[in-house]
Nanobody, 119 residues
Framework: QVQYVESGGGLVQPGGSLRLSCRAS????????MAWYRRAPGKARELVAA????????NYADSVRGRFTISRDNTKNTVFLQMDNLKPEDSAVYYC????????????WGQGTQVTVSS
């Protein structure tokens, strides 16, 4: 059974930082790229950042490039998202899923972790 457990969200002021974690289980983690997505109220879910299965390649949405860094620890089946210089428009629920360009487990999303950027 595929499971994703996201954590690390919270309330932060503009310009602040957060580090999100997502622990995955139920599939062979090392054979998939991994990605972070976010969904803001009234908007569609969007891919924010992705990392290849061997951490050799990464990709970022234009809106976060230079501020967010994705990484993974294959020994712990965990993917991270370091978010720096946060902006109010980064406020959303953040999710992870397998896949570099598209969600592999589109029917198995975790509960997500809420990020709120506000003064």
């Amino acid at each position: 059974q595929v499971q994703y457990v996201e954590s690390g969200g919270g309330l932060v002021q503009p310009g602040g930082s957060l580090r999100l974690s997502c622990r995955a289980s139920g599939f062979t983690f090392t054979t998939y790229g991994m990605a972070w997505y976010r969904r803001a109220p009234g908007k569609a879910r969007e891919l924010v950042a992705a990392v290849a299965k061997s951490s050799g390649s990464t990709n970022y949405a234009d809106s976060v490039r230079g501020r967010f860094t994705i990484s993974r620890d294959n020994t712990k089946n965990t993917v991270f998202l370091q978010m720096d210089n946060l902006k109010p428009e980064d406020s959303a629920v953040y999710y992870c899923n397998a896949g570099f360009k598209h969600a592999v487990h589109d029917n198995s999303w975790g509960q997500g972790t809420q990020v709120t950027v506000s003064s």
